[in-house]
């Protein structure tokens, strides 16, 4: 159940254009410190989690591995993500207590 109302408030977030998605695009947010959360997909590459894990600390941003890259996509109404940034502070707190239920 909470899965899918992680999945459901992606959603929610992606129409309300507070989400960035794709890998390059979600370690430029993080750089530029306009992200709030990031999601990794649970099936991202090694060097992709630690490239994204490693910035996130750097920055102090705070992140979260959750779903595949599939679901991610899905969710946000887009082909396959490996990355997601929330640049609202507000959509990535209340993201972030859905995913501290889980």
Known sequence: MNKQAILNFLGLA???RKIISGEELVVKEVRSS????????EDASANTMKKITDKCK???VEYYVFGDRYELGHATGKEARVAL???DKGFAKKLSSLLNEK
């Open 14 to 16: 992606a129409r309300a």
């Open 34 to 41: 306009s992200a709030a959360l990031v999601l990794i997909a």
């Open 85 to 87: 940034a929330i640049t």
């Open 58 to 60: 750097y920055y102090n």
